[in-house]
């Protein structure tokens, strides 16, 4: 199965300010996507990473505020722009390697004073 | 969109059986059934699918009924390591499959 790392795994940041999120997997993925977890809350999907092109977007994420890049086939990254305390949430990134179900990462906990 | 509804929580007592429900009666003929869990302070971690027949696995069996409106994660023998939330999950495909977690059901092992 693959291996995917996230980093930072966890960072407290000041209002106003952006934090880009990386996200590495050890094997070539097919699809890659973000997911936001709230406190106490399930994950929600944020957006599919697409290779070479613009993130597609699920109902309620912009790209203003959560741009994606995904430059090559094992690497994608997640910007938090312009940072609210709402935004303190657990940020996951997931991909899938060949026809197998989705693997995720552990999340970078994301506090916004 | 196929959803999926789930009891928000269950006890088990540690070296029993546990199965957990699933209720997905607007599933289409081509939706598979997957289960996820996610362990405190972890990602979702992978654990079984299905489409039609039961499955097996090292971690669980998966329990389809003959309608597949409903569906049964059985773990064997619950140890407090499988306390987590679970989550069944119908991938939509919208130019890929892409998962939409519902709440999930908390399980609680008790030694």
């Known amino acids: 199965s693959a291996v995917i790392s996230q980093k930072p795994s966890r960072d407290i940041c000041q209002r106003g300010t952006s934090l880009t999120i990386q996200c590495q997997v050890d094997?070539?993925?097919?699809?890659m996507f973000w997911y936001r977890q709230q406190p106490g809350q399930s994950l929600t999907l944020i957006a599919t990473?697409?290779?070479?092109?613009?993130?597609?977007?699920e109902s309620g994420f912009v790209i203003d505020k959560f741009p994606i890049s995904r430059p090559n086939l094992t690497f994608s990254t997640l910007t938090v722009s312009n940072m609210s305390p709402e935004d303190s949430s657990i940020y996951l990134c997931?991909?899938?390697?060949?026809?197998?179900?989705?693997?995720f990462g552990d999340g970078t906990r994301l506090s916004i004073l | 969109d196929a959803k999926t509804t789930q009891p928000n929580s269950m006890e088990s007592n540690e070296e029993e059986p546990v199965h957990l429900p699933c209720n997905h009666s607007?599933?289409?003929?081509?939706?598979?059934i997957h289960w996820y869990r996610q362990l405190p302070s972890q990602g979702p971690e992978y654990v079984i699918h299905?489409?039609?027949s039961n499955v097996n696995n090292r971690m669980a069996s998966l329990a389809i009924a003959e309608d597949r409106k409903s569906s049964t994660l059985i773990l064997h023998r619950a140890t407090l390591r499988d306390a987590a939330v679970y989550y069944c999950?119908?991938?939509?495909?919208?130019?890929?499959?892409?998962?939409?977690f519902g709440t999930g059901t908390r399980l609680k092992v008790l030694a």
């Open positions: 990473a697409n290779q070479g092109s613009e993130a597609t977007y």
């Open positions: 997931s991909a899938v390697v060949g026809g197998q179900p989705q693997h």
């Open positions: 607007t599933i289409s003929g081509t939706d598979y």
């Open positions: 094997s070539q993925v097919t699809m």
């Open positions: 299905g489409l039609t």
């Open positions: 999950i119908l991938p939509i495909f919208s130019g890929t499959y892409k998962y939409i």
